[in-house]
């Protein structure tokens, strides 16, 4: 079946503007995470969604971020004001709520420069 | 809080080696661990997890890891190494399994297969 999908794969935009970044889950996955990894930071955790739950947001690193899940499906991910240290890959990933079971599959990232 | 290190960012072995990825880690709670593989342009996927019962994992691709409680340690091997098996790895720990909780990754082991 598809996996994970992101939008657009690779992004240029100039320091100050906002981004949008979108992921598509596997359908029927009900936990969605980003994570960002940067050559600096490694992979970190940003957020996290589990049906209509209220998201887990402790690794957002500013107030510039931040991120919506739509019908417990697709999530975009936005950042308002880049910044150059925003460049990065953003990483994706869901996972099924089946106990014993726990794997997050991954898309394929999305590419952020900021000029 | 959880942290993950993994012992020297690149490794470089000859096709047909001993490939050796060390990763440590630090919980307050019994962990889940985990090694994911990333080739280029792509995203994670998942190689073999700890989660309880039998400490000698089995992957994919012929890879497994022991998990060493003593030790804190879940290091990845696999007898004989092949030129598809360049990629970079990443060891990650979790405290429960619940389709839900965030990974904290090491910094990532970058493999060079030589001919």
């Known amino acids: 079946g598809a996996g994970v999908s992101q939008s657009p794969s690779n992004k240029v935009t100039e320091k100050g503007k906002d981004v949008e970044l979108r992921c598509d889950p596997i359908?029927?996955?009900?936990?969605l995470y980003w994570y960002r990894q940067s050559l600096g930071q490694g992979l970190e955790f940003l957020i996290y969604f589990q049906g209509n739950s209220a998201p887990d947001k402790s690794g957002l690193p500013s107030d510039r971020f931040s991120a919506e899940r739509t019908g417990g499906s697709v999530s975009t991910l936005t950042i308002q004001r880049t910044q150059q240290e925003d460049s990065a890959v953003y990483l994706c990933?869901?996972?099924?709520?089946?106990?014993?079971?726990?794997?997050?599959?991954f898309g394929p990232g999305t590419r952020l420069t900021v000029l | 809080a959880q942290s993950v290190t993994q012992l020297g960012s690149h490794v470089s072995v000859s096709e047909g080696a001993l490939v050796l990825l060390r990763c440590n880690y630090s919980s307050s709670v019994p962990p889940y661990l985990f090694w994911y593989v990333q080739y280029p342009n792509q995203g994670l996927q998942l190689l073999l997890k700890?989660?309880?019962?039998?400490?000698l994992v089995k992957g994919i691709n012929g890879f497994e890891a022991e998990f060493k409680k003593s030790e804190t340690s879940f290091h990845l091997t696999k007898p004989s190494a092949h030129m598809s098996d360049a990629a970079e790895y990443f060891c990650?720990?979790?405290?429960?399994?619940?389709?839900?909780?965030?990974?904290?990754f090491g910094g990532g082991t970058r493999v060079l297969v030589k001919p």
């Open positions: 700890y989660t309880t019962g039998a400490t």
């Open positions: 990933a869901s996972s099924p709520r089946l106990s014993g079971r726990f794997e997050q599959f």
């Open positions: 990650a720990v979790t405290k429960t399994l619940a389709a839900g909780n965030k990974l904290t």
């Open positions: 359908s029927g996955h009900t936990a």
